[in-house]
């Protein structure tokens, strides 16, 4: 399940990178490096994890499958926080500039 969150949000976010010209000026490559990251992380994880259970590795756990769930989202989280704390720092638009004139 993180693989698959993880493998939406990014492509989520790089198409959103690819389509929008604001959205690369918001910095929404670092979204999509950080997903693309994790998704790569996840699928080398998978892959070992494979290659030592075997076809126990597709039986399916209900408390396995929500624990996965919940990190796979707490990722998403994560790194849509480190988005918005980078925006507040480099503030593109200025408008923190603006507001605390």
């Known amino acids: 399940m993180t693989l698959l969150i993880t493998s939406f949000a990014a492509v989520i976010s790089t198409v959103i990178w690819y389509v929008s010209d604001k959205a690369r000026k918001l910095n929404t490559g670092v979204l ?3 997903y693309w990251g994790a998704s ?3 699928f080398v994880d998978s892959v ?4 030592e ?4 590795f597709f039986v399916f756990n209900g ?3 929500l624990n996965d769930s919940f990190l796979g989202l707490s990722v998403v989280a994560l790194a ?3 988005w918005v ?5 480099k503030d593109p638009d200025r408008v923190l500039k603006s507001v605390f004139k």
């Open 32 to 34: 999509c490096c950080s």
């Open 85 to 89: 704390v980078i925006m507040l720092i």
């Open 80 to 82: 849509l926080i480190v």
């Open 48 to 51: 070992f994890e494979y290659a």
């Open 53 to 56: 259970l075997k076809s126990e």
């Open 40 to 42: 790569l992380m996840w």
């Open 63 to 65: 408390q396995e499958m």
